[in-house]
Structures are given as C-alpha cells and as structure tokens.
C-alpha cells in the first residue's frame, strides 16, 4: 500500500524555522512529482511547492517562495521542506502529496495524513 507520512510538524516562533519530512513506502519514488499543500483551519487546501521527479524542476506558491525550499532524497525516499521566516499565517497542517504528472498544484494521487504547523505571533 501506498503511504506518505509527514513528520517534523510543531510550534515554533514567527521568524524561526522548521523542517518537514514525508517518507514515501509502496510507490516506486523516484518516478514521482512531489509536492506539499497546506490547509489553514477554516480554509481550504493550497498548493505550497513541488519538486519534479528529476530533482531540478520546482514550482512554489508566491506566499511562500523565497522563504520555503523543497528537497528530495531519492536514495531515502524522502521529500523535505525547509521552512525559514515563518509567519503567523503559515499556521496549517501540512500534506505531503506524489504524482506521476508533471505541473500539477491540485488533484495529486497519493496524499499523507498531515503533520501540524503552528506559528505564534
């Protein structure tokens, strides 16, 4: 079975940082887009950042580029997000999610159960 488990979630000061994690089992990963989306309570889910299978091609959310950066280790099945200069509204469980096709920022295949982000003013 497919699984995508985020980790690294937690509450962290605004202007500090903090890394997320999704490890990937029961998919051939290094064949799949990745991305993160985020879901702000009472909001709908966004499009964070993506990162193409090769490891080189990236797409971020305006709100987020310069701040943000996704990553990928094949080798451990891995994708990260490094998230630096947080801010309040960055608050928001976030969802690792994998694809097979490419550009995608909504509708991906697989998605993980969320890890919380909480950002204090």
């Known amino acids: 079975q497919v699984q995508l488990v985020e980790s690294g979630g937690g509450l962290v000061q605004a202007g500090g940082s903090l890394r997320l994690s999704c490890a990937a089992s029961g998919l051939t990963f290094s064949i799949y887009n990745m991305a993160w989306f985020r879901q702000a309570p009472g909001k709908e889910r966004e499009f964070v950042a993506a990162i193409h299978r090769d490891g080189g091609t990236f797409n971020y959310a305006g709100s987020v580029k310069g701040r943000f950066t996704i990553s990928r280790v094949n080798a451990k099945n891995t994708v990260y997000l490094q998230m630096s200069r947080l801010k309040p509204e960055d608050t928001a469980v976030y969802y690792c999610?994998?694809?097979?096709?490419?550009?995608?920022?909504?509708?991906?295949?697989?998605w993980g159960q969320g890890t919380k982000v909480t950002v204090s003013s």
């Open positions: 999610a994998a694809d097979l096709r490419d550009g995608l920022t909504k509708d991906y295949l697989y």
